[in-house]
T-cell receptor
Framework: DAGVTQSPTHLIKTRGQQVTLRCSPK?????VSWYQQALGQGPQFIFQ???????QRGNFPDRFSGHQFPNYSSELNVNALLLGDSALYLC?????????????FGPGTRLLVL | DAKTTQPPSMDCAEGRAANLPCNHS???????VYWYRQIHSQGPQYIIH???NNETNEMASLIITEDRKSSTLILPHATLRDTAVYYC????????????FGKGTMLLVSP
């Protein structure tokens, strides 16, 4: 049973560029959440996707956008990259339902903005 | 979601039990206590969660006080591979509820 997978594992971009990160949820999961983790900090919630819609959003600017596909996989897009966007980006999946909802994380994508 | 307080760091000898405390004095009746850990540069790993009863799985035990204002995660026989940052999180158990991470406790297991 495959867990949550993310690609790429590492990425280097320059300021002003755009980036797309990808996530495949754990088998059977239908909800994907994205988190940003700066160095030395705990992960911070960016947004969550369910039924191909953004259901919740944290305190992140509109430069951060996402998408969920019919197979439940998801993308995180960041436009006009800033140096401060350098971080580990984590995807977590869960199963919507009355007894589920535990989120399981992928290994993350490390983004460096120069 | 209620906030949690954890010590910034703890040490434990290999083979001994590691007891990691967490205070969540403002926890609501419908909020669960979740524990995750993060080994350096990896994604957080789910450990265990509970509402009011003590819970045990293959990784750890979770002891929640009767008033639910604090809890302790117990790793019964710590190994070097248990060295990680441990996060205690309280959240409503629903699909809408996200995870709010604090700074966690850095557990160092030594030989």
């Amino acid at each position: 049973d495959a867990g949550v997978t993310q690609s790429p594992t590492h990425l280097i971009k320059t300021r002003g560029q755009q980036v797309t990160l990808r996530c495949s949820p754990k088998s059977g999961h239908d909800t994907v959440s994205w988190y940003q983790q700066a160095l030395g900090q705990g992960p911070q919630f960016i947004f969550q996707y369910y039924e191909e819609e953004e259901r919740q959003r944290g305190n992140f600017p509109d430069r951060f956008s996402g998408h969920q596909f019919p197979n439940y996989s998801s993308e995180l897009n960041v436009n006009a990259l800033l140096l401060g966007d350098s971080a580990l980006y984590l995807c977590a999946s869960s199963l919507e339902g009355p007894s589920g909802e535990t989120q399981y994380f992928g290994p993350g994508t490390r983004l460096l903005v120069l | 979601d209620a906030k949690t307080t954890q010590p910034p760091s703890m040490d434990c000898a290999e083979g001994r039990a590691a007891n990691l405390p967490c205070n969540h004095s403002t926890i609501s009746g419908n909020e669960y206590v979740y524990w995750y850990r993060q080994i350096h540069s990896q994604g957080p790993q789910y450990i265990i969660h509970g509402l009011k009863n003590n819970e045990t799985n293959e990784m750890a035990s979770l002891i929640i006080t009767e008033d639910r204002k604090s809890s302790t995660l117990i790793l019964p026989h710590a190994t070097l591979r248990d060295t990680a940052v441990y996060y205690c999180i309280v959240r409503v158990r629903s699909g809408y509820s996200t995870l709010t991470f604090g700074k966690g406790t850095m557990l160092l297991v030594s030989p």
